[in-house]
């Protein structure tokens, strides 16, 4: 593996952090702010309007995309530094329309649409004027097994007509999300994994409702959100189908990967994050006419810190790699590391963070809590902790009797 990051990638990483310097951190008070007081929390603030305007006109917009859909062409390994840059604030992925869904989102649309669905919604999605959100999950069934949601959409000629209840849409409150990928059972009775299949559901079809908003350790999320949806006999055309019927699970399967790469980047972002907040207290903060950062302490909390974060990152740069080289199913073993590695990582640098800042540490003078509990989540979102660590021990467990057979054979 090379680690030498090339040349233009460097140069968008250092462009992307002094733009984070520069506009995204400055403005992450007023964003909150401008958020608490609107009169509709749903839409985009106008402070973000701003900066995802000023990153789109200095060219650091869709780092993830192909050039084909308009975006900047970047490999996963290639963006892997970038995402790291731009996730160390909570607003970061939004401004340069980076975020995990919207990428997966586009490249579903891009590979599995049909043409007109294209022509409706990709371009616009990749321009920023639109989001898009992908929706699962679903109330009473684990989510641990896909396999087994339940929602259903059956063919009525030139139609789908769904019917049923999705729990916990990442993104569904948006009043800019105009579209969105619905997981349905389309044929309950083919194999497990032959069941389901994804259709596009335009926002405001007569019988889609968008229910209540779940919020997170208090936080409602704005102005995302994560509620349920409602379909009563809900009626898109045929072409709406995503790929062909059936191929639901193996295109979720597709793109998880990916997303979880996404995510575990995210989650070194925040730790990075996490981590200067920590040293630049330490540094200015002064009791009994001693800085924090010359306690040992503290020393040994950063210290751990950074070996948290630089491993977790080796990690992720193996991932990327095996993913480009040898594709997911190669990966399948290191891709449920990292799922479960990063966000854990996370949650113990930003915890270390938020004891030494005390009560500035939990409120909103400082990111450190929002991060947390964003963390927290991603420990049970697109797969709990537990579920991957069985994945890790099936990997293993071949492995070492593949070997053992191996040096038999010797």
Known sequence: MDFDIPAHVAELRDRAEQFMEEHVYPAEQTYFHQLESAEDPWKWPPVMRELRAKAKAAGLWNFALSKEIGGLGLSLMEYAPISAIINRSPMGPEVFNCYSGTILNARTLAQFATPTVKEKYLTRLVAGEIRACISITEAGVPGS??????????????????????????????????????LCCTAPDAARHARHSFIVVPRGTPGMTIGRNQSIFGYNHAPYGHPEIKFENVRVPAENLLGNEGEGFALMQSSLGIGRVNLTMG??????????????????????????????????????????????????????????????????????????????????????????????????????????????????????????????????????????ENRKAR
């Open 267 to 404: 989650a070194i972002g925040a730790a990075e994050r996490a981590l200067q907040e920590l040293c630049e207290w330490a540094e200015s903060r002064i009791i009994s006419g001693t800085p924090l950062a010359e306690r040992g302490v503290v020393q040994e909390a950063i210290a751990n810190s950074r070996i948290d974060i630089d491993q977790a990152t080796a990690l992720a740069y193996k991932t990327a790699f095996l993913l480009e080289k040898y594709g997911a199913k190669a990966a399948r073993s290191e891709i449920a590391q990292c799922k479960v590695l990063a966000p854990n990582m996370a949650l113990r640098v930003i915890d270390r963070a938020i004891q030494f800042h005390g009560g500035a540490g939990v409120s909103f003078e400082k990111p450190l809590a929002e991060m947390y509990a964003y963390q927290r989540t991603v420990r049970m979102g697109e797969g709990a902790d537990e579920v991957h660590r069985i994945t890790v021990a099936k990997a293993e467990l071949k492995r070492q009797r593949e070997y053992r």
């Open 145 to 182: 097994d896909p396999t087994d949601l339940k929602f259903e959409a059956r063919r009525e000629g030139n139609e789908w007509v769904l019917n049923g209840t999705k729990d916990w849409a990442t993104g569904a409150m948006q009043a800019e999300t105009e579209v969105f990928l619905v």
